[in-house]
């Protein structure tokens, strides 16, 4: 008996070492990849990297200040086009999505949320880059809207349905008609969720990579219109990375550096409207 | 009866307007794959997925050498990452003391934030390396006779994107395992408890009973990641369209050929190709997701009605 | 006219469930009438129908007339929207919106409804219904709180002055006190009597002392029945029907 029962403690406590040790094993890759985004990424880490236009191989300096514009504009671009369709939408499938048409448009979401972004990109280049005969910024947005749109679809849906309906009611008894109650009333209501959505949308879709291979392409220098190439922050940190030149690789790390800042600052951003909401 | 307000009607019909409009792009985002698809699927037909041949230069193209690179490294990266996270799981659900469940269920979801090209990076100075000096060339060297673990060793491998994928899907595994586990009913548990069960055994019973089909689905969500992750694979799987049994040798997957080889894709019959080969993966991408959407819906019916 | 509402035969079903029964009953102009009866009754149900908040239950139907100004307030023509600005409603819950100052809840159904008004007439307007809601002098100086920070029986106050505020002919509220604490509640009582001399109340209770003291009349329903409807004070002492004596004297429900 005496045997049996150690033995039960025994398992017990080897398991929970191991459950612990998983648990370790799974943050240290964190812990990890901060340090050498730190590290190697302080190097370049100079003013002239957010101010200055790369530099060709050897030539010390330059920096990915068209990497950040043609970041955010491809981003703004995308969620200029994305929120009004998104949220939109969103309020049709909490406000009035009952039936076969809004089960159709849910299921379109879910299965728009799984699809992976390199499939994205060769949207925005069927749609876009082949009838233009160009690679542009129109593109490369029309790409990350397809990633943008369905998750803002679904937080907006999600964060109306929180709205409780005595909100609703209490607005309706007021006399007040129920497409203001829905907009200036729920919405408003929900806002708070709704950016939160919003932000962390805009977070996923600076950091993507694959969406704009073929779709911005990328540029040596500042771009000349949005119907032209254009340089993206992850397309540089891809491409310095895979280039055979050490100060390329620095470069890299400084601009996986600005763009992993950007991305935790916008998450961050949204994790405080989601404080305030509660 | 309802509001008949034109105005109300008015906004109603703007609102689904948009909505159409999302299911009218879902729509179209197949409709242009299945398009620029159709003269690849003239030429090569149904050859096209068991075809090991990937040449541009003669136009001839067959998908089997990235299907396989795909479905292997996705397997690897399950393999790794399903233990860890439910591991994971279990641990700050189950036994974490209260002031760490937070910190530690924070820092696993902010590896979910991490670009996949900062992934990528990491793979490629620092993981790759490693895994190189530390695992594959003593392994091969003392392993090799397996053809598992076949030399020579370069670096860039099936198994590096198998180890790179792994980390980029706990995040997901981990969260959903977390729900799985917290749908048990408490009563449930404490019984066990109360027989003078250990916390262990509690745990095996519960999750024997319970959770088993729920971390599957966890586990098929994990997968949909994995199959799709693009640029971390193509970073470090290594670029070679052949196939060779030892997970130590390169491979190719089908989102890194896309994305290595679409702006070189001068012929109409190689675009063509490359589209059919993100239509496979759409469609694999597709199903591997409703069916972990099945599996977790059934799972949460099934909770519901307190079984 | 003297009836401010006619209610005519009225029924209405949830799906196939039928919950209100042929009820037909006058209500009198700046009165204050009180709806009791056992959980589940119809109570809400029925003062919800009489100005339409039911629209857009899924599966509710009415038949029968409710008459407000002489017409039939279920009929084509009649504008939903405009009716609820006639007849307000106070619900059971405290439900102030809850991103919004005090200022901004009383003024909102103004903002709204159409008509457009300068900041002072705003302002003036939330000052005379937060006064009629006996709110005013607590609130006059922290009118840009949250709505939803103040305590329970200032928000029900607060809903009450929001309902005020669009000049309502009738007032509807659902168990207006069950939510709040004793000190809250004879405040929220006094304030309809006070408010009676203007409007025209219905006011659903469970609570027979309230209805006592705050009702001219009183209808008593049973199982989405009308049982009976008289002066309060016939009901309390001499109910002509056994079965609201039952329930009065508490034998019952
Ligand atoms: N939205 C609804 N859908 C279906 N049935 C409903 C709905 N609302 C109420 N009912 C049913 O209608 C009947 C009357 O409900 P109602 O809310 O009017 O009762 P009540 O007299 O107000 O009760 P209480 O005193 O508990 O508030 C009940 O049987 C209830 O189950
Ligand atoms: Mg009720």
Redesign the interface.
């Known amino acids: 008996m005496e045997s049996i029962a150690f033995r039960?403690?025994a398992?017990?406590r080897v398991?929970?070492g191991?459950?612990?040790?998983?648990?370790f094993?799974?943050?240290l890759?964190?812990f990890?990849?901060f340090f050498?985004?730190l590290w190697?990424g302080a190097r370049e880490l100079k003013w002239t990297l957010l101010t200055d236009l790369p530099h060709p191989v050897g030539e010390p300096g330059g920096g990915i200040a068209n990497g950040i514009l043609g970041t955010l504009s491809i981003a703004g671009l995308a969620m200029a086009g994305g929120i009004?369709?998104?949220v939109?939408?969103g309020?049709?499938?909490a406000?009035?999505?009952r039936g076969k048409?809004?089960s159709?448009?849910r299921f379109?979401?879910?299965?728009?949320t799984?699809?992976?972004?390199?499939?994205?990109?060769?949207?925005g280049?069927?749609?876009w880059v082949l009838p233009m005969k160009r690679f542009s910024a129109w593109a490369a947005a029309a790409s990350l809207a397809?990633i943008f749109?369905?998750i803002v679809?679904r937080t907006t849906e999600e964060m109306l349905k929180t709205v409780p309906a005595s909100v609703r009611e209490a607005a309706l008894a007021l006399g007040i008609?129920?497409?203001k109650t829905?907009?200036f009333i729920t919405v408003r209501t929900a806002t708070a969720g709704i950016v939160t959505g919003i932000l962390l949308a805009m977070?996923r879709i600076?950091?993507?990579?694959?969406p704009l291979?073929?779709t911005a392409?990328g540029n040596q220098f500042w771009q000349s219109g949005l119907d032209q190439p254009i340089a993206a922050i992850?397309l540089q940190?891809?491409n310095y990375?895979?280039s055979p030149y050490d100060d390329w690789?620095d470069k890299?790390?400084a601009g996986?550096l600005v763009?992993?800042g950007m991305?935790?600052a916008i998450?961050g951003g949204a994790r405080y409207f989601t404080r305030v909401r509660k | 009866?309802?509001?008949d307000?034109p105005?109300?009607v008015?906004?109603?019909k703007?609102?689904?307007?948009?909505?159409?409009?999302?299911?009218f792009?879902?729509?179209?985002?197949f409709a242009?794959?299945v398009?620029?698809s159709v003269p690849a699927i003239r030429k090569f037909g149904a050859a096209f997925l068991v075809t090991k041949t990937w040449d541009p230069v003669a136009e001839n193209f067959g998908a089997l050498p990235f299907i396989y690179g795909t479905l292997v490294s996705s397997f690897i990266a399950l393999l790794i990452a399903v233990?860890?996270?439910v591991?994971?799981a279990?641990?700050?659900n189950?036994?974490?003391p209260e002031w760490l469940k937070n910190p530690?269920s924070f820092?696993?979801e902010?590896?979910a934030?991490?670009?996949?090209?900062?992934?990528?990076?990491?793979g490629?100075?620092?993981l790759v390396p490693v895994l190189r000096d530390l695992l594959m060339k003593p392994a091969a060297h003392y392993l090799g006779w397996i053809p598992l673990f076949k030399g020579p060793v370069y670096g860039p491998s099936m198994l590096a994107a198998g180890v790179l994928l792994s980390?980029m899907i706990?995040p997901f595994i981990?969260s959903v395992s977390r729900e799985v586990l917290a749908t048990v009913p408490r009563l449930q548990k404490e019984a066990v408890l109360s027989l003078g069960g250990?916390?262990?055994?509690m745990?095996r019973i519960v999750i024997g009973q319970h959770c088993i089909p729920g971390i599957f689905g966890a586990t098929v969500l994990g997968l949909?990641r994995a199959?799709?992750?693009?640029?971390a694979v193509t970073?470090v799987i290594g670029n070679r369209p052949e196939i060779f049994f030892s997970i130590f040798q390169p491979g190719y997957s089908m989102?890194a050929v896309?994305?290595n080889e679409?702006?070189e894709a001068t012929g109409q019959l190689y675009l063509s190709a490359l589209?059919e080969i993100?239509l496979v993966?759409?469609l694999i991408?597709?199903v591997?997701?409703l069916a972990a959407?099945g599996i977790l819906n059934t799972m949460v019916a099934r909770a519901g009605r307190g079984l | 006219m003297e009836n401010a509402l006619q209610v005519k035969d009225l029924c209405a079903w949830f799906g196939d469930h039928q919950v209100l029964k042929n009820i037909t009953m006058d209500i009198r102009r700046n009165s204050v009438t009180s709806v009791m009866g056992p959980s589940g009754c119809g109570k809400s149900t029925f003062i919800r129908c009489l100005n339409r908040m039911h629209?857009?239950t899924p599966g509710?139907?009415v038949a029968g007339d409710v008459l407000f100004d002489g017409r039939n307030i279920y009929s084509e023509k009649i504008?939903?929207?405009l009716l609820r600005r006639k007849v307000g409603m106070v619900f059971q819950q405290p439900n102030p919106f809850p991103r919004m100052s005090a200022f901004e809840n009383v003024a909102v159904g103004l903002k709204f409804n159409g008509k457009k008004r300068s900041r002072a007439e705003m302002a003036e307007t939330v000052e005379k219904s937060l006064r009629m809601a006996a709110l005013w002098d607590e609130l006059k100086d922290h009118l840009g709180r949250p709505g939803s920070s103040l305590s329970g029986g200032q928000q029900q106050r607060l809903c009450i002055a929001r309902a005020l505020a669009v000049e309502p002919e009738v007032l509807l509220m659902d168990e207006p006190c069950s939510a709040l604490d004793p000190m809250s509640t004879a405040k929220i009582e006094e304030l309809i009597e006070d408010l009676s001399d203007k409007y025209t109340i219905v006011v659903v209770t469970h609570n027979m002392q309230q209805a006592g003291r705050i009702s001219d009349y009183v209808a008593f329903f049973l199982l989405g029945d009308l049982i009976e409807m008289d002066k309060a004070a016939k009901i309390f002492t001499n109910p002509a029907d056994k079965r609201t004596e039952e329930y009065i004297t508490g034998r019952f429900g």
């Open positions: 039960r403690r398992a017990d398991t929970r191991l459950f612990a040790l998983s648990a094993v799974v943050i890759p964190l990890l990849i050498d985004l190697k009004p369709m998104a939109m939408a309020i049709y499938l406000e009035y999505g048409f809004a159709a448009v379109a979401v879910d299965t728009l799984g699809v992976p972004s390199i499939i994205m990109g060769i949207f280049y069927v749609l397809m749109i369905p679809v008609e129920r497409w829905t907009l977070a600076i950091g993507e990579t694959a291979l073929f392409l992850p940190v891809f990375a895979i690789h890299a790390w996986a763009l992993i991305v935790l998450s | 009866m309802r509001g307000n105005k109300d008015l906004f109603e703007a609102t689904a307007v948009f909505a159409f409009g999302v299911l792009l879902a729509v179209l985002l242009l794959l398009r620029e233990p860890l996270a591991g994971s279990i641990f700050i189950e036994f974490a530690v820092l696993a902010l590896l934030a991490i670009p996949s090209v900062i992934y990528g990076l990491w490629i100075f620092v980390i706990i981990l250990t916390h262990w055994e745990i949909g199959l799709g992750e693009t640029m970073m989102a896309i994305a679409f702006t589209v993100g993966l759409f991408t597709f591997a997701n959407k | 629209d857009l509710f139907r504008d939903p929207v």
